[in-house]
């Protein structure tokens, strides 16, 4: 166990964080997403909902420029409940979100760095999280 870590942060985790550059991108994905087939590093956590999970990789990973965060657009457009949790949980504005078309998401979600799939049941409960400049004052918040 280490301090100040987020409990859900696994050394396999935080060792693919770590590894990632300025504007390397994770995908926080749910239970229905083509993780597997996706993937080049995958990692699971079958336990968790995909807003928990964000809410841990973003205590140490800062989002980049805008768009930060990719989330799915649902079949008609709507915002749904997870969704709302995804930008919560990213602690993004409105400006930082950017939605896109199933098939366009995964052709960004297969160029990740990593993918980390959750045990999210619901619908369209995916986000990709770009990786900021990680400053020196950073650690320091």
Not at 27 to 34: C, E, G, S, W
């Amino acid at each position: 166990m280490l301090t100040g870590i987020h409990p859900i942060l696994t050394g396999q985790l935080l060792a693919h964080l770590d590894a990632m550059g300025h504007s390397d991108s994770v995908v926080l994905a749910d239970a229905h997403f083509p993780a597997e087939r996706l993937a080049s590093r995958l990692l699971t956590f079958p336990g968790l909902t995909t807003p928990d999970v964000l809410r841990a990789v973003r205590s140490v990973v800062p989002l980049d420029d805008v768009p930060s965060l990719d989330l799915m657009a649902s079949a008609d457009g709507t915002r749904l409940a997870v969704q709302s949790e995804l930008v919560a949980a990213a602690g993004a504005e409105e400006r930082d979100v950017r939605f896109l078309p199933r098939h366009e998401f995964y052709e960004l979600a297969a160029a990740a760095y990593v993918i980390v799939r959750t045990g999210e049941t619901r619908t369209y409960g995916n986000a990709i999280l770009r990786k900021g400049v990680v400053t020196v004052d950073a650690g320091r918040r």
